[in-house]
């Protein structure tokens, strides 16, 4: 049958709900486009721009909450992942997911009804003007959004789904195995890219198309 994937937000116990297999939504854009929405910190000089840029990239007229999932820690777990690295929860939440649920972070997320992101819409990504980048608060690296156009390797969606799905079983329906995600549990943000952190943080965007690049050409049909 294979393994079914679901998007956690663990700090604020919000889920996407089923999304199927990894490699049926990883390329397509489908549900998983969120990201570029929840992540995103409005410009202090243009908030009301930055809003309108995401609005409009839904199909519908729904507000949306931007920024919602900014600084919190999240992953794409599948359904048969019975481990985790190693620092991703806290000893409650460890105790918690072993004590009754066995281990498996899918089955706390479906018995306690983990309510989808609010208002968050789905419609397509986001259209970023100016030099906005991803950063991983943990790690101290960002990417260059332009970065990732120009390597025609996807976007925000597909860069993350790529270091942050984690499983301890490798079927994902790709030709590449992304089960065991370096980020699985980081926190992001997408803001735009000021002087402190292109200063004290390291440009990751060229490794990052590196790597993500021959996937994306592999899901292409």
């Not at 840029?53 to 019975?82: E, F, H, K, M």
């Not at 498996?104 to 980048?133: A, Q, T």
């Not at 952190?197 to 060229?206: G, L, Y």
């Given at each position: 049958?294979?393994?079914?994937?679901?998007?956690?937000?663990?700090?604020?116990?919000?889920?996407?709900?089923?999304?199927?297999?990894?490699?049926?939504?990883?390329?397509?854009?489908?549900?998983?486009?969120?990201f570029s929405r929840l992540l995103?910190?409005?410009?202090?000089?243009?908030?009301?721009?930055?809003?309108?840029?995401?609005?409009?990239?839904?199909?519908?007229?729904?507000?949306?909450?931007?920024?919602?999932?900014?600084?919190?820690?999240?992953?794409?777990?599948?359904?048969?992942?019975?481990?985790?690295?190693?620092?991703?929860?806290?000893?409650?939440?460890?105790?918690?997911?072993?004590?009754?649920?066995?281990?498996?972070?899918?089955?706390?997320?479906?018995?306690?009804?983990?309510?989808?992101?609010?208002?968050?819409?789905?419609?397509?990504?986001?259209?970023?003007?100016?030099?906005?980048?991803?950063?991983?608060?943990?790690?101290?690296?960002?990417?260059?959004?332009?970065?990732?156009?120009?390597?025609?390797?996807?976007?925000?969606?597909?860069?993350?789904?790529?270091?942050?799905?984690?499983?301890?079983?490798?079927?994902?329906?790709?030709?590449?195995?992304?089960?065991?995600?370096?980020?699985?549990?980081?926190?992001?943000?997408?803001?735009?890219?000021?002087?402190?952190?292109?200063?004290?943080?390291?440009?990751?965007?060229?490794?990052?198309?590196?790597?993500?690049?021959?996937?994306?050409?592999?899901?292409?049909?």
């Amino acid at each position: 049958m294979g393994q079914y994937w679901v998007l956690v937000n663990l700090d604020k116990c919000e889920a996407s709900g089923h999304l199927g297999k990894l490699g049926e939504f990883w390329s397509t854009g489908t549900g998983h486009n969120l990201f570029s929405r929840l992540l995103v910190i409005p410009s202090e000089s243009d908030p009301d721009e930055t809003v309108k840029a995401i609005s409009t990239s839904l199909s519908g007229s729904q507000p949306v909450n931007v920024g919602d999932w900014a600084g919190d820690r999240i992953i794409c777990v599948g359904d048969y992942a019975s481990s985790y690295p190693e620092g991703l929860f806290t000893k409650e939440e460890l105790d918690t997911l072993n004590t009754k649920y066995e281990g498996s972070l899918w089955s706390l997320v479906g018995e306690e009804h983990w309510p989808r992101p609010k208002r968050c819409g789905w419609g397509r990504s986001p259209k970023f003007e100016g030099e906005w980048v991803l950063r991983n608060l943990k790690k101290k690296v960002y990417l260059r959004l332009k970065g990732l156009e120009e390597g025609n390797c996807g976007g925000v969606e597909q860069v993350l789904l790529a270091y942050i799905s984690w499983s301890t079983d490798s079927s994902c329906a790709m030709h590449y195995d992304l089960t065991q995600g370096e980020w699985t549990g980081d926190s992001f943000d997408i803001a735009l890219l000021d002087d402190q952190t292109k200063e004290e943080w390291k440009d990751v965007t060229e490794v990052v198309v590196k790597r993500v690049k021959p996937i994306w050409d592999s899901e292409q049909y």
